[in-house]
């Protein structure tokens, strides 16, 4: 395996991991087939994607990690919705162009987390609500779904953060994909 493929392998075992994680939590939350009461959807995943994106030196690599995380989680939690490839390929970008830092603190690694659970469980929301999957009113989904969500993994994000970073993974950029030039 070539040095190249090592972070991008490293990456791919990670999430992996997080994704047997949070099906294991999932496992433990109480199941809410009818929606009359609060779901909480576990994110570890996702969380840990936010820095791991970054942790690639150059952008395609980035890219098809990215895509490949998206339907590794379609293809277990969405099932049918691939809505989830352009999730992640939509932090992808935004780690890339627009807040490409590659060492968060704490407070930017929770609002980056948040960012990206709020969007994800919106646009599913919007993206079932538009096929006719539910017909959950906004204020419900909102404190039925959203709220309990952000609120459980926002608790489990400094812990998510600091395995993170006792990883410490070096980031060699590529200076050729420097995007100020």
Do not use: W
């Not at 996702?46 to 952008?59: E, N």
């Not at 352009?86 to 968060?104: A, E, K």
């Not at 990883?167 to 590529?174: A, G, L, P, S």
């Amino acid at each position: 395996m070539s040095s190249q493929n090592k972070p991008l392998v490293r990456n791919f075992l990670i999430m992996l991991v997080c994704f047997i994680i949070d099906s294991t939590i999932a496992y433990f939350l109480p199941l809410n087939l009818d929606k009359s009461s609060i779901t909480i959807v576990p994110s570890i995943a996702l969380m840990m994607f936010v820095p791991l994106s970054m942790t690639l030196a150059d952008v395609p690599s980035r890219f098809f990690f990215a895509t490949v995380s998206g339907v590794f989680y379609t293809l277990v939690y969405g099932r049918e919705l691939s809505i989830y490839v352009l999730i992640f390929l939509g932090i992808t970008f935004v780690r890339s162009y627009i807040y490409h830092s590659d060492n968060l603190s704490l407070g930017e690694f929770i609002f980056l987390c948040l960012l990206a659970i709020a969007a994800k469980e919106t646009i599913v929301y919007v993206m079932m609500l538009s096929a006719n999957i539910t017909h959950m009113a906004i204020f419900t989904f909102a404190l039925k779904r959203l709220l309990p969500t952000i609120g459980f993994n926002i608790l489990l994000s400094p812990i998510v953060y600091i395995v993170f970073k006792s990883f410490h993974i070096k980031v060699d950029i590529n200076p050729y994909d420097d995007i100020e030039s």
